[in-house]
């Protein structure tokens, strides 16, 4: 039924699915959290922060440690060059 969109997977339920699929808990609660509000994931994003999956964060991790914690602004060349290496990386 969860397969098919019956049924919603229960919030308390995804990281217990997420581990049964070997699937990132991070992705699956975005998704899960997308069906029960969808029109209120954008709040739930500024008040709690955006769910990230573990590869996304270690991404966020390298940048930090490159820039020092700085928080850079990316330039059009900057963002260019990272979404090819997110493409090399699928």
Wanted: without cysteine; negative net charge.
């Amino acid at each position: 039924m969860f397969k098919t969109g019956e049924s919603k997977v229960p919030l308390e339920k995804i990281p217990a699915l997420a581990k049964a699929l070997d699937y990132d808990v991070g992705q699956l609660m975005r998704l899960g959290l997308e069906q029960y509000w969808p029109d209120k994931l954008d709040v739930i994003n500024k008040v709690f922060g955006r769910v990230v999956t573990q590869n996304e964060w270690e991404m966020i991790q390298i940048v930090r440690d490159a820039t020092g914690d700085s928080d850079p602004e990316f330039d059009e060349k900057q963002k260019a060059d990272l979404r090819r290496i997110a493409v090399r990386g699928r």
